[in-house]
């Protein structure tokens, strides 16, 4: 297992333990230094033995803290409870040391309680502040009262005012400090909700934008099909006419038109209604994959009118596709409307000459068809 984890804010915890750690050492250092100097009338065995405890004590916590357990808590650094094991070994420490050695530990005192910045909170301080100021009182008391009666009243007393006035003033600064933590903490927060609406704003809109695009393009299908028998509109015609005529002039391919008339239709309106018409209609309207190549492209031109587009053909292969289709219209049945009920087409075949406009192509089909209907209907009229 390694020392310093990899997660980060276990890492702070850890790095954060170690100072705290350097700390203890460094004031083992100096009081070892007393001692042997004579400055401190310690007894060393008893050094030892606070040395033993709180060192025991330090690897409990690096232990909570390293394995993680310390996370079930509130406060995952523990940092109130190393705090208050500071105090009680700056107590310690100023007892063991005596007279001599308490304005060494006095310092000890407050580099404790600055610990506290970096997650108490401004009460958290308070108290904190308080502990150490009783503790340090204590303390004193208790040298006082094993030393014997030889100190000065007013030295004490100014002694621990001066204490008391610089932990009230660390108090406070590290009340401010929380304070403004806390309001870092809630502008961080405000910017990330910020961000979160942002975000939540702009998938929104992509999602719209989405949806409009989804939209526009259902809407150009719609202006583009006829509703009734799915095939393409006159709308669409014209443009495909346009880009098929425009192919044909630069390649030099032929191009093929077929304009198809579905006989006596009106008849069928009026004797079975338009319900039976839009179903003779709509089951005409198959003679896209029963007819044609997948090239070819056939529209509902009006009413009961079609048009077929078949590029790349000659003469004879467009009138065979007529003929496909003048066969598939007599198979076609209406059982549902009358078993007897049958239906024919007229149409009129013709073939793109270049630089012609696509009004003369359009009308050279349209009189074909139209000698188809004047010679009986049900047949196929090729004008070149």
């Known amino acids: 297992m390694q020392i310093i984890p990899s997660d980060y804010k276990q890492r702070i915890i850890i790095q954060r333990f170690f100072m705290a750690c350097f700390c203890y050492i460094f004031s083992y250092v100096l009081l070892v230094i007393a001692i042997f100097s004579g400055v401190s009338g310690t007894n060393f065995d008893d050094f030892k033995l606070v040395v033993f405890v709180f060192s025991c004590l330090q690897v409990v916590f690096f232990i909570l803290l390293r394995s993680g357990f310390s996370r079930r808590f509130k406060d995952p650094g523990m940092t109130t409870t190393q705090i208050v094991a500071g105090i009680l070994y700056m107590s310690f420490l100023m007892y063991m040391g005596g007279h001599e050695y308490r304005s060494v530990v006095m310092h000890g005192y407050i580099i404790v309680v600055l610990f506290g910045v970096f997650y108490l909170s401004t009460w958290g301080f308070t108290i904190i502040s308080m502990a150490s100021i009783l503790s340090y009182m204590i303390a004193t008391i208790s040298i006082v009262y094993r030393d014997g009666m030889y100190y000065s009243v007013n030295f004490e007393v100014a002694q621990f005012a001066v204490f008391s006035i610089v932990m009230l003033f660390a108090m406070y600064l590290g009340g401010y400090q929380a304070r403004l933590r806390k309001k870092l903490r809630e502008q961080s927060k405000g910017l990330i909700e910020s961000h979160l609406q942002i975000t939540q ?69 009026d004797k079975y209604g338009h319900i039976a018409g839009d179903a003779v209609l709509s089951a005409f309207s198959a003679i896209g994959p029963q007819c044609l190549r997948r090239s070819d492209f056939v529209a509902r031109y009006g009413g009961e009118e079609f048009v077929v587009l078949i590029p790349e053909t000659d003469q004879a292969s467009l009138l065979e ?47 074909a068809l139209y000698d188809a209907k004047k010679q009986g209907r049900d047949r196929v009229i090729f004008v070149s």
Request: aromatic share 6%; with cysteine.
């Open 201 to 269: 704003q702009k998938d929104a809109l992509e999602y719209s934008q989405k949806e409009l695009q989804q939209a526009l393009r259902k809407l150009g299908q719609l202006a583009a099909r006829d509703e009734l028998t799915g095939l393409d509109n006159r709308r669409q015609f014209d443009e495909v006419m346009k880009g098929q005529i425009s192919k044909a002039e630069t390649l030099g391919v032929s191009l093929g038109l077929l304009m198809l008339d579905l006989d006596h239709f009106k008849q069928v309106n």
């Open 321 to 367: 596709c007529a003929e496909r289709i003048n066969k598939f219209t007599r198979s076609l049945r209406f059982d549902d409307v009358d078993p007897d009920l049958r239906v024919t087409v007229s149409i009129g075949a013709t073939l793109y000459q270049r630089s012609e406009t696509i009004r003369s192509f359009m009308l050279r089909a349209d009189n």
